[in-house]
């Protein structure tokens, strides 16, 4: 099945900073890959997705990137604030199974 | 618009006990899943179901059922609980298979004793 590494486990950075996020898969098959922002007591929530045909996709602050060939996928914000600060998923899809990261944990420093 | 509703939202259980977790959509959405979150594993799919009568295992399976015999409902069973399963577990639904957004209630909390 596929197995999505995501590193750093935890990240802090200054308000107005970039944070990167990187994740890697194994199954060359997978297709969708979107990300996840979880708040404390809330479920996961979706702020941007790519597919496969596509190497990068922006919205305002946030972007994703997609190397299919090295099978890595990376996660920018830009002019970080402190309502960025939660955990974010990384995760893969081939269809009806989506498989996660393990999390990274994004505190932004006023 | 509710969107994915789970109850409960909080459940402590002695081992051996049974309970059905209940999640229900209100978007007409094909898709339902139900993930377990545990600390520094990400969420990690249980059951997954394509549309009304139609269920499959994830990579989880083992200890959960579920049934989906309307669009909108699609509980999770625990036959036989045990300190393994404290978890807790999201609902989520999308308008056709995973690899479209997927929208996710916001949890139970499920504690096994």
């Known amino acids: 099945g596929e197995n999505v590494e995501q590193h750093p486990s935890t990240l802090s950075v200054q308000e107005g900073d970039s944070a990167v996020i990187k994740c890697t898969y194994s199954d060359s098959a997978s297709n969708y890959f979107p990300w996840y922002k979880q708040e404390l007591g809330k479920g996961p929530q979706l702020i941007i997705d790519?597919?496969?045909?596509?190497g990068e996709k922006k919205d305002q602050r946030i972007a994703v990137t997609l190397n299919k060939t090295a099978k890595h996928f990376s996660l920018h914000i830009t002019e970080t604030q402190p309502e960025d600060s939660a955990v974010y998923f990384c995760?893969?899809?081939?269809?009806?199974?989506?498989?996660f990261g393990g999390g990274t944990r994004l505190m932004v420093k006023p | 618009n509710a969107g994915v509703t789970q109850t409960p939202k909080f459940q402590v259980l002695k081992t051996g006990q049974s309970m059905t977790l209940q999640c229900a959509q209100d978007m007409n959405h094909e898709y339902m899943s139900w993930y377990r979150q545990d600390p520094g594993m990400g969420l990690r799919l249980i059951h997954y179901?394509?549309?009304?009568?139609?269920?499959d295992q994830g990579e989880v399976p083992n200890g959960y059922n579920v049934s989906r015999s309307t669009t909108e409902d699609f509980p999770l069973r625990l036959l036989s609980a045990a300190p393994s399963q404290t978890s807790v577990y999201f609902c989520?639904?999308?308008?056709?298979?995973?690899?479209?957004?997927?929208?996710f209630g916001d949890g139970t909390r499920l504690s096994i004793l």
């Open positions: 989520a639904s999308s308008p056709g298979q995973s690899n479209q957004p997927q929208h």
């Open positions: 995760a893969a899809s081939e269809g009806n199974m989506l498989t």
């Open positions: 790519i597919r496969s045909n596509v």
């Open positions: 179901s394509v549309g009304a009568g139609i269920t």
